[in-house]
């Protein structure tokens, strides 16, 4: 195999410069090129992490604290789920492992209680298990730097922030102070060989190209044919109206989780940033137009009362179509495929923003 010394990331984005960071960090006597199209927007909406993504900054050594302040972020201890197995009831899926004091309290237990006292709430099966719980239901948040409580505040958190915001924090304060090559190009003509892509507009080569073009998989998909993998039959929610709402009252809405709620044909996420909160409709086109499912959207928005000082129509919806699968395989030849480019499923656990990073940790292990 030929060693990989030149790298080509193509796409910018979340996806792009997360790419670039960990290449950055992990391969500084490699040269890593990242080309962006000056004219191609992201989607720019993938606001919630899961637990992993901690793993990732820590690999990185990025500081919380500081990326934070800079990309409209805040903490995350929690998924909520809301109507989903009841109209009227919710439930919590805390991030870490339920805490057995001494090792002598067994998950069972909680069953036994539900079948002695069948009307007891799903939602006490976490309030039962762990710790930070009581943090969530409260609305409070603290580092645990003393251990008060069992819970690991650097293993059993997350973050929201404004992916936008992050891919431009990680390109002007981590990638390019590290030595990242970066070209804001359109790409015009790739060029192709027995080896899989020779060039980008006839100029441009590597040993290596990541293709971070989101959805259209500019390298992969288009230009090397691979096939994708639809996961349609199994997941058919393919469609999204996002947009972005003010706080009304900042110390109540801006919450410690995620908040996931089914209504008539899908679900609405509710992300808490710092300084506002973005929401949005999953949904699928094949049992409502788009226009209907806007409709619905801005009737619950107006129905929970999240819009207190603002009405529906001043606010920017954007609709998202949303690709459900993953390519068969996602590095062929010389081309590999990180981000949208390579897959994506139902953002219903904020699976995003979870692949890239957990795809970036397998590239690092094959390239070492």
């Known amino acids: 195999m030929k060693e990989i010394n030149n790298i080509i990331i193509l796409g910018g984005g979340a996806a792009g410069f997360m790419t670039a960071a960990t290449l950055l960090n992990e391969f500084p006597n490699k040269k890593i090129t990242l080309i962006e199209s000056p004219n191609v927007p992201t989607i720019g909406v993938g606001e919630s992490t899961i637990g992993g993504i901690k793993s990732w ?16 972020g805040s903490y995350k201890l929690s998924i909520k789920f809301t109507d989903f197995y009841e109209k009227g009831k919710s439930f919590h899926y805390p991030f870490g492992e339920p805490y057995l004091k001494d090792n002598k309290s067994l998950l069972n237990d909680w069953w036994f209680k539900k079948f002695i006292y069948p009307k007891t709430d799903n939602s006490d099966y976490a309030d039962s298990h762990f710790s930070q719980m009581a943090l969530v239901n409260e609305n409070k948040f603290f580092y645990n730097e003393n251990n008060e409580i069992p819970f690991d505040f650097n293993k059993n958190t997350a973050y929201h922030f404004d ?61 090397l044919k691979e096939p994708f993998e639809s996961y349609s039959d199994l997941l058919p929610n393919n469609s999204a109206w996002a947009t972005r709402i003010p706080y009304a009252d900042k110390e109540k809405e801006l919450v410690t989780y995620t908040n996931c709620t089914a209504i008539e044909n899908g679900w609405v996420w509710n992300i808490p940033l710092w300084s506002r909160i973005g929401t949005g409709y999953v949904y699928s ?69 979870f692949s890239v990073h957990e795809f970036l940790i397998r590239l690092i292990r094959n390239l070492q």
């Open 285 to 353: 086109d094949k049992f409502i137009n788009d226009k209907d499912a806007l409709i619905q959207f801005k009737k619950y928005l107006v129905k929970i009362n999240l819009i207190k000082n603002i009405s529906c129509e001043r606010l920017e919806f954007k609709n998202i179509k949303i690709k459900v699968g993953i390519h068969k395989r996602l590095w062929v030849k010389n081309v590999c495929a990180i981000g949208l480019a390579a897959g994506f499923i139902e953002p219903l656990e904020s699976n995003g923003l």
């Open 57 to 72: 900054a820590k690999l990185l050594n990025i500081d919380d604290k500081d990326f934070l302040k800079h990309t409209d």
């Open 163 to 223: 992916a936008t915001k992050f891919a431009h924090w990680l390109k002007n304060i981590f990638c390019l102070p590290k030595g990242l090559n970066y070209i804001a190009e359109d790409i015009l003509s790739i060029e192709q060989d027995e080896n899989g892509i020779k060039s980008l507009n006839n100029k441009y080569n590597a040993d290596l190209f990541i293709d971070c073009t989101g959805f259209k998989s500019l390298l992969l998909g288009e230009t």
